[in-house]
Structures are given as C-alpha cells and as structure tokens.
C-alpha cells in the first residue's frame, strides 16, 4: 500500500508539475468556463426534455403516477432527455476536452473555444463533435433512469396528503 501511495503521489506531482511549466497557473484552470456552461446546459436539457416528456406520456398512455407501477414513464422520459442532452452537449464536451488535453502544437488549434470548435470542424468534421456520444448515452441512460425514478419516489413519499 506504501508503494501505490508513493507512486501516486510522485505521479501526481509530476503530472501537476508538468502542468505548471507548460503555461503557468492558467493550466490548472483551463476549459473551467466551457465545463460550467456544459453541465448548465447539459442539466437544464434533461430537466427541460425528462419534464415534458414525461407529461406527454402520461397524457398518451392515460396513466398517472398512481397506475404507474413500474415507472415506466420516468424511465423512458429519463432515456429521452439523456439522450437529448448528450446530443446537443457533445460538441461543447469534445472541444472542452481537447482544449484541456492539448498539448505542444495543438495548443495554438485550441486555445479559445471559437478556434477550438474551427479545428474539429476542419480535423474531423461534423463528425468529429459526436466523438465519444455513444458512450456517454450507454452510461447516462441508465442512470438517469434510476435518478428519475429515485426523484419521483422521493417527491411522492414526501408530499403531504
């Protein structure tokens, strides 16, 4: 255990190190904006989409939460709105990544978000801002099923009837 916690502590600071030296304190926080405006959006996308997407089903299968038994409609509204979210955030997500992880020359392709966005558009095309979606959706789909489901047990047990 000893080794590990030395190793990771000598890695660590070479890694933070290296950081250091190559632009200075500003390397620590690089991409912070974009990160903060992703998960806003990224948050606001499936609340917006989990909420009306919900009631829609609700409407069109003509259950309520009462008839619900498996939450089936919080699941399949959760899959929607992660969905939904991961598509319309992955551009934002991949440009923030390689401006994170640039390193030597690509630090001039990415040294703002405007530029950063040019780049991938001209490296990758429009394909290149989906990098990575599929496993992103594999991953938030379900678990915002069981969020979803989590919340909306959580609002009926609490409410005061």
Same mark, same amino acid.
Request: glycine fraction near 8%; avoid cysteine.
């Given at each position: 255990?000893?080794?590990?916690?030395?190793?990771?502590?000598?890695?660590?600071?070479?890694?933070?190190?290296?950081?250091?030296?190559?632009?200075?304190?500003?390397?620590?926080?690089?991409?912070?904006?974009?990160?903060?405006?992703?998960?806003?959006?990224?948050?606001?996308?499936?609340?917006?989409?989990?909420?009306? +997407?919900?009631?829609?089903?609700?409407? *069109?299968?003509?259950?309520?939460?009462?008839?619900?038994?498996?939450?089936?409609?919080?699941? *399949?509204?959760?899959?929607?709105?992660?969905?939904?979210?991961?598509?319309? +955030?992955?551009?934002?997500?991949? /440009?923030? =990544?390689?401006?994170? *992880?640039? =390193?030597?020359?690509?630090?001039?392709?990415?040294?703002?978000?405007?530029?950063?966005?040019?780049?991938?558009?001209?490296?990758?095309?429009?394909?290149?801002?989906?990098?990575?979606?599929?496993?992103?959706? =594999?991953?938030?789909?379900?678990?915002?099923?069981?969020?979803?489901?989590?919340?909306?047990? /959580?609002?009926?047990?609490?409410?005061?009837?």
């Amino acid at each position: 255990m000893y080794f590990y916690g030395a190793f990771l502590t000598n890695f660590l600071s070479a890694v933070a190190k290296d950081l250091f030296m190559g632009s200075g304190l500003k390397s620590f926080y690089k991409g912070s904006v974009m990160t903060f405006f992703y998960y806003g959006l990224n948050s606001g996308i499936w609340w917006l989409s989990y909420e009306h +997407t919900k009631s829609v089903l609700y409407k *069109t299968a003509k259950l309520d939460e009462l008839t619900d038994k498996f939450r089936v409609v919080p699941i *399949t509204a959760a899959m929607i709105g992660a969905f939904l979210s991961v598509v319309i +955030t992955s551009p934002i997500d991949v /440009v923030k =990544i390689r401006m994170q *992880t640039a =390193i030597g020359d690509e630090r001039e392709l990415y040294r703002n978000a405007r530029v950063g966005f040019r780049s991938v558009m001209k490296a990758d095309g429009l394909h290149g801002f989906f990098r990575g979606a599929l496993p992103k959706f =594999i991953s938030r789909g379900p678990l915002s099923s069981v969020w979803a489901v989590v919340y909306e047990l /959580v609002i009926k047990y609490s409410s005061i009837n």
